[in-house]
């Protein structure tokens, strides 16, 4: 035998952190797995210490207060004094613990809505609806998507389109996540704006995370991990290369209420329910497809 066709397959595999758990099968080809999915847009406290020893996270906190404040580190204003009160809390708390604790909150927070809005009055659960956007999985191979609860087509003629909301949509609203509207997955001309109205109201009423003033999102909590991992490369014998030095900022970000684009450092000049975050490899298909201008230097 002989095979005169030669193709090398672009591929990867899915959720390449843990194993899949088999579920049932449904036919000879056709065996059922448990994955992971990422909600879209929305960003929610963290749970892990990001590769760090819990042990260590408040002094890391601490120092990296010091070395931000002493003029060391790369971060420029303004972000700097958006981080500086989230490190050095007025209340005199654990920056690291408050993110901790917020993340629980939040994952009891999701579990609670689930039950609520899956269950039915019979006592019965509703399958999940899934709808993926532009970019079906992320570097995790996690799926990327919107959820919500799956209604008969009588239930949906007497739901309004906020009746039939999705998970991602109410987690913003109870405050529990802050938007993270990454390009090219971007809600419609429908969708869109009401995410950022309910992000909006939880910011502004203090709701979920947000009543605490200091907080810091997600986003934010993994950025001053890979802060605080730089810092102590670069007080080593080893130094960070230039790549490393600016490695752990790179989106940058769009203001959705106003169609300009920031450095990666100034996202803090955007609103947090107006901010569109852009990748390096995207900003000049995005400059191009959204009729962007950019503030500043590039940089």
Known sequence: MSVKVFWQPHSFSLDQIGQKRLVDISDGD????????????????????????RAEMAGHFVALADWIESGSSPVQEPLRSHLLP?????DAQDPFEVHMAQGKQATQAFEALTTARLKRASGTYRPMFVRIADQPFD???????YV???YSAAELQTLSRRDRATFNLEMVSGGW??????YPSIPNEVDLPMLQQEARLAVEQG?????????????????????????IKARSATQPSAREWSGWIDRYC????????????????????????????????????????FVGEPG
């Open 177 to 182: 996540a802050a938007t993270f509207v990454i």
């Open 139 to 145: 570097s995790y191979g996690r799926l990327l998507a």
């Open 86 to 90: 989230r490190l050095r809390r007025a």
């Open 254 to 293: 769009a203001d959705i209420s106003t169609a300009k684009m920031y450095r990666p450092q100034d996202y803090v000049s955007v609103k947090p329910w107006n901010r569109l975050f852009i990748w390096p490899t995207d900003a000049r298909k995005a400059v191009a497809d959204l009729n962007l201008e």
């Open 30 to 53: 056709t065996p059922n797995i448990r994955m992971n999915v990422r909600m879209l847009s929305i960003d929610t406290p963290e749970t892990s210490t990001m590769q760090l020893k």
């Open 148 to 150: 919500a609860p799956q």
């Open 207 to 231: 709701k979920g995370t947000w009543a605490d003033p200091w907080c810091l999102t997600g986003y934010e909590y993994r950025m001053c991990t890979k802060l605080i991992k730089l810092m």
